[in-house]
């Protein structure tokens, strides 16, 4: 079964204020992937993190991997309309070199 | 540049029809993977090709699915018979790769094929 949870399944937010989306995995990753899929569309890759606490950033993007290399954030500052989607994170687990994605956090974005 | 290229982009079709979805990977990429998308359950890994070759199908869900890649540029995910509970969209995505699941590069999606069995 899934073994990368995302967290929350859906977000509503109002155009300006921050999102964060969660991915948590029971076994170490080596890598996670980061990819946003707008409605009817289909997912696209923003960003892979590898090493353990790494940090990224993409303009209003900040991504990070957590120390212990099973959990991840995506921080969306001062959100717009044209972030509107859901987020997937992808990863390997180490265990059995699967690549497992988390079932998304659904952005919504209010006037 | 053209895309990873899915045919077709709708299918309706009745169960127990035989049901081929094709998708030509990026040019240059030997990193194959075809997924399907749910509501219930996300997206899922069926099965992925390095090389043309087969890496690893634990994700294909029953022998009513296979997948073939005879060559660089095209392959193709079979269902036969299909069941309504095949209704999905399912996409195809295409990466550079040594084949070595752990130095997985982006993947390029293609725009998916809307399956619906009716």
């Known amino acids: 079964g899934q073994q990368v949870m995302q967290i929350p399944q859906y977000q509503h937010v109002q155009e300006g204020e921050d999102f964060t989306t969660y991915c948590n995995s029971s076994?170490?990753?080596?890598?996670i992937q980061w990819y946003k899929q707008r409605p009817g569309g289909h997912p696209v890759f923003l960003i892979q993190l590898v090493k353990s606490g790494e940090v990224k950033k993409q303009k209003r993007l900040t991504f990070q991997f957590g120390e212990a290399k099973k959990n991840s954030s995506l921080h969306i500052t001062a959100t717009q309309t044209t972030d509107v989607g859901t987020y997937f994170c992808a990863g390997v687990r180490n265990r059995d070199d699967k690549i497992i994605f988390g079932k998304g956090t659904r952005l919504h974005i209010l006037p | 540049d053209a895309g990873v290229i899915q045919s077709p982009r709708h299918e309706v079709t009745e169960m127990g029809q035989e049901v081929t979805l094709r998708c030509k990977p990026i040019?240059?990429?030997?990193?194959l993977f075809w997924y399907r998308q749910t509501m219930m359950r996300g997206l899922e890994l069926l099965i992925y090709f390095n090389n043309n070759v087969p890496i690893d199908d634990s994700g294909m869900p029953e022998d009513r699915f296979s997948a073939k890649m005879p060559n660089a540029s095209f392959s193709t995910l079979k269902i036969q018979p299909s069941e309504p509970r095949d209704s999905a969209v399912y996409f195809c995505a295409s990466s550079t790769g040594t084949g070595d699941i752990r130095s997985n590069q982006p993947q390029h999606f293609g725009d998916g094929t809307r399956l619906s069995i009716l």
């Open positions: 076994t170490t990753l080596s890598n």
């Open positions: 040019s240059g990429h030997n990193s």
